[in-house]
T-cell receptor, first 112, second 112 residues
Framework: EAQVTQNPRYLITVTGKKLTVTCSQN?????MSWYRQDPGLGLRQIYY???????DKGDVPEGYKVSRKEKRNFPLILESPSPNQTSLYFC???????????FGSGTQLSVL | QQQVKQSPQSLIVQKGGISIINCAYE??????FPWYQQFPGKGPALLIA?????SEKKEGRFTISFNKSAKQFSLHIMDSQPGDSATYFC???????????FGTGTLLAVQP
């Protein structure tokens, strides 16, 4: 089954404790992206990647890091989480930014 | 931060009625305009998409109308059903800029 898998589904952490949200896709997609969803603000792009070792900032990259060492994986790293990063995060993949985007099930992150 | 202007923020429609959601964009470099549907607890899923070379696209009860001169596009849901109750996001994308930018979302409630 074609899917985007992200883990964990829920995460509660404390300020400053590094964390990683994993994302993996099995569709051989070149384009992968991370979004955060906040009430009233919709989906905002954090980072995106056009291919292996090719990543670029989206609209809200501050406080986040990503890596794309393999085509299928695109982890999101918060090196020093802060409460304003409490949000619902989605990983997504597609053949390209102007193609159908497949989303994961989301990760609800709470930073205390 | 780039963002597509989407309205209304919320919408209540009676069963069988027409739901209309509007979006406005600024950057003419974008050439891909999708609509995504999101149910509670799920990731967004592509509903329908249009490119600027056509003014309208219809798939079942869902229609996108595109007005290039006004830089606006809208989603029409005909014969709205309670199962259509969800959050809808418009977006604009470009293979040239590698960006896919989402609107702020519209919460649609279809009353039986």
């Amino acid at each position: 089954e074609a899917q985007v898998t992200q883990n964990p589904r829920y995460l509660i952490t404390v300020t400053g404790k590094k964390l990683t949200v994993t994302c993996s896709q099995n569709m051989n997609h070149e384009y992968m992206s991370w979004y955060r969803q906040d009430p009233g603000l919709g989906l905002r792009q954090i980072y995106y990647s056009m291919n292996v070792e090719a990543t670029d900032k989206g609209d809200v990259p501050e406080g986040y890091k990503v890596s794309r060492k393999e085509k299928r994986n695109f982890p999101l790293i918060l090196e020093s989480p802060s409460p304003n990063q409490t949000s619902l995060y989605f990983c997504a993949s597609s053949k390209g930014p102007d193609e159908k985007l497949f989303f994961g099930s989301g990760t609800q992150l709470s930073v205390l | 931060q780039q963002q597509v202007k989407q309205s209304p923020q919320s919408l209540i429609v009676q069963k069988g009625g027409i739901s209309i959601i509007n979006c406005a964009y600024e950057n003419t470099a974008f050439d891909y305009f999708p609509w995504y549907q999101q149910f509670p607890g799920k990731g967004p899923a592509l509903l329908i998409a249009i490119r600027p070379d056509v003014s309208e696209k219809k798939e079942g009860r869902f229609t996108i109308s595109f007005n290039k001169s006004a830089k606006q596009f809208s989603l029409h849901i005909m014969d709205s059903q309670p199962g259509d109750s969800a959050t809808y996001f418009c977006a604009e994308g470009s293979g040239a800029t590698n960006k896919l930018i989402f609107g702020t979302g519209t919460l649609l409630a279809v009353q039986p």
